[in-house]
C-alpha cells in the first residue's frame, strides 16, 4: 500500500495580539477603577484554571502585582473541577507545570478540595465555592473565553464556566455535570454562575481571547454587573478569531499530539466535529472519516481524555495512561465516551496503514489526509495532494513546500509538524 504524497501549507489566521501582557492588564484593572472597590490589607482570591492558556504564567504575575499596588494580600486559587486527579497537591502541580508557583507569581498559592454551599439556583441545585475563595474579602475571575468543546450557547466558556465547574472543586463539577443532563450544561453554568456573582465576594473578571494562533488577543476588566453582556461579547470575538481546519471533507485527520493542555477533551472537538456528548449533538461539518493520534503531550501527565475521539492511536499512547486521571476526568464530567480506547500498533506507520483501509473505495494514495500537530495549532499543516485544486482556489492558504513523501522517523512514527 503507498501513502498519499503531502503539501506543506500555511493557513492564514488572525494576527491580533497584545504586545504588551503586564502594561494592558494594569490597564484594564485600571479602568474598571477596582481600586475604589478594595482597602489595603484585604485578601483577594484569583482564579486560575487548568487550561493551557498561553501566557498565564505572565497574566497572573501582572495581576497579582498590580493588587499588591492596591495594598491588597493577592493569592492564587487553582480553579479546577477533577484535574490533577482531584487532589490538592495534583492541582498545585497542574498550575506548577504552567509556571504559577507562589515564587513565580510573587503570591501563594492556596489550593483546596473543601467547598462551602452558598445557595441554590432557581432550578434548586445547590451552589458550592471553594473554601478558600469563600474566606477571602474578594474573587477575582480570570479565565480565557472560548467556545466550549461540550455543547454550544451565548455563554460557553469562559468567566462563569470557572465560577461554576473551577470554584466548585470536584464536587461542584460532578454534581453540575450530573445537573446538566436535567437543565442543559448552558443553563446549569449560566444560572450558577449568577448564584456566585450574587452572593459571592466577587472583585471582577479578566475575560482571555486568544487568536488561532493561541496568542494573548484580548484582555478585559469587566465588573460583576458587565459579566453577562461582557462574556457573551468576548465569546463572539473569540469565535470569529477561532481557527478551524480549511476542509469541510477529510478521509484521514492527523494529530501528533492531544493533552490537556491543549483542550479540556485533548482536542479540540469543535475543530474536529466529534462533540461526543449527551448535551448537544455533533455539528454537520467538518465530515472526518477516520481521525489518527500519534501521542500525548507531556504536560497531560497521562490523562489521554479525548482519546475516545479518535479511532486509531499508536500503541505508546496506551502506554503512558494515567487511567485513575482520566477516568476520574471523564467520570466527573459525565463523558465516559472520550475516554474509549482507539484501535492502537506499535508505529504510526502501521496506524496509518490501517486507517487507509477504513475509508472506502479510494486509492490510498488518492485520500483526502491532513496531518496537523494539535488542534491548537492550525496555522502549519501538511495536506495531500488530494486538495491541490481546493488551495488554488482559497487565497488563505498557500504551498510552503512539496509535495513530499510522509515523513517518519527511524521508528516508523510520523515527524512532527513544525
Known amino acids: 500500500m503507498g501513502f498519499p504524497k503531502m503539501l506543506k501549507v500555511r493557513q492564514k489566521l488572525s494576527e491580533l495580539v497584545v504586545e504588551d501582557i503586564p ?69 498545585k502541580d497542574v498550575l506548577a507545570h504552567y509556571g504559577i508557583t507562589g515564587d513565580s507569581v510573587g503570591a501563594p498559592v492556596k489550593a483546596t478540595m473543601d467547598v462551602v454551599g452558598i445557595g441554590e439556583t432557581e432550578d434548586g441545585i445547590t451552589v458550592y465555592l471553594d473554601k478558600y475563595a469563600a474566606e477571602a474579602d474578594h474573587i477575582l475571575v480570570m479565565n480565557r473565553i472560548k467556545p466550549h468543546t461540550d455543547f454550544n450557547g451565548d455563554l460557553e466558556s469562559g468567566l462563569h464556566k470557572i465560577m461554576t465547574i473551577g470554584l466548585g472543586k470536584h464536587k461542584g463539577a460532578q454534581y453540575y455535570h450530573q445537573a446538566a443532563v436535567e437543565y442543559g450544561l448552558d443553563r446549569v453554568i449560566y444560572t450558577v454562575g449568577q448564584k456566585v456573582l450574587k452572593e459571592a465576594n466577587i472583585l471582577c473578571g479578566l475575560g482571555i481571547v486568544e487568536n488561532g494562533h493561541d496568542e494573548t488577543a484580548i484582555l478585559r476588566g469587566l465588573l460583576p454587573e458587565q459579566f453577562d453582556h461582557g462574556e457573551r461579547d468576548l465569546l463572539c470575538k473569540s469565535k470569529e478569531l477561532f481557527a478551524a481546519l480549511p476542509f469541510d471533507d477529510i478521509d484521514i485527520l492527523i494529530i501528533d499530539q492531544i493533552g490537556k493542555n491543549i483542550s479540556g477533551t485533548g482536542m479540540d472537538t469543535n475543530v474536529v466535529g466529534r462533540l461526543m456528548s449527551i448535551y448537544c449533538p455533533d455539528p454537520e461539518l467538518p465530515r472526518i472519516k477516520r481521525i489518527v493520534v500519534s501521542d500525548l503531550t507531556p504536560e497531560t501527565e497521562g490523562n489521554a481524555l479525548g482519546i475516545g475521539a479518535a479511532d486509531f492511536c499508536n500503541g505508546r499512547i496506551i502506554d503512558k495512561l494515567d487511567r485513575n486521571a482520566m477516568y476520574t476526568n471523564a467520570i466527573t464530567g459525565l463523558c465516559p465516551e472520550k475516554a474509549r480506547l482507539p484501535i492502537s500498533f506499535p508505529s504510526d506507520k502501521e496506524v496509518l496503514r490501517a486507517a487507509l483501509k477504513t475509508i472506502g473505495f479510494i486509492a490510498s494514495e488518492q485520500a483526502k489526509v491532513v496531518h496537523i500537530r494539535s488542534t491548537l495549532h492550525l496555522g502549519i499543516m501538511e495536506i495531500s495532494t488530494a486538495y491541490a485544486k481546493e488551495v488554488e482556489q482559497n487565497h488563505d492558504i498557500s504551498i510552503i513546500d512539496g509535495p513530499n513523501e510522509i515523513k517518519f522517523d527511524n521508528q516508523g512514527n510520523f515527524v512532527s509538524i513544525k
Not at 30 to 50: F, H, L
Not at 84 to 90: D, H, I, M, N
Open 23 to 91: 502594561n494592558e492588564v494594569k490597564k484594564q484593572l485600571s479602568s474598571i477603577q477596582i481600586d475604589q472597590k478594595v482597602k489595603p490589607g484585604e485578601s483577594v482570591a484569583v482564579t486560575v484554571g487548568s487550561r493551557g492558556i498561553n501566557n498565564i504564567d505572565i497574566i497572573t504575575k501582572a495581576v497579582v502585582a498590580y493588587l499588591r499596588e492596591l495594598g491588597t494580600r493577592p493569592f492564587v486559587v487553582p480553579a479546577m473541577g477533577s484535574h490533577g486527579g482531584a487532589t490538592t497537591e495534583g492541582q
